[in-house]
């Protein structure tokens, strides 16, 4: 008799478990939905230094395979403020806080990055 007690109730634990693993899964689609808001949301951002001075705004962003931000490029000006020049940075030197993108860097330090073109460079299209 406990035998028969225990197995409806083992089968049961099972059910619940798988149930629950299942909604766990994410849905097809919801990342790349979460990454194109984040995207349509930081476009066009102000971007500040890490003291707190404004100095550009995100021109584009690319994510990585999970949906989480990988790199961005900023518009920044030049050094006497005539014309812009866009630099990228990865995803450890900068923070994104509503709306609002912080670098973990200076504006000096922005200064010395390379400017990049605006078509994605053949290294990163594979």
Do not use: Y
Not at 70 to 84: H, N, Q
Not at 87 to 104: I, K, P
């Amino acid at each position: 008799m406990p035998r028969s007690f225990f197995t409806p109730i083992f089968v049961a634990s099972l059910i619940t478990v798988a149930a629950v693993c299942f909604a766990q899964e994410p849905e097809p689609g919801k990342a790349d939905i979460e990454a194109s808001e984040l995207a349509t949301e930081l476009i066009g951002a102000p971007v500040s230094d890490s003291l707190g001075n404004e100095i550009g705004d995100v021109a584009d962003i690319s994510f990585d395979e999970d949906g989480q931000p990988d790199r961005l490029r900023i518009r920044t000006s030049t050094i006497l403020g005539f014309g812009e020049r866009t630099v990228e940075v990865s995803r450890d030197a900068f923070m994104l806080l509503r709306g609002h993108v912080v670098l973990d860097m200076q504006a000096d330090d922005l200064r010395s990055l390379p400017e990049v073109g605006e078509q994605i460079d053949e290294k990163r299209a594979d």
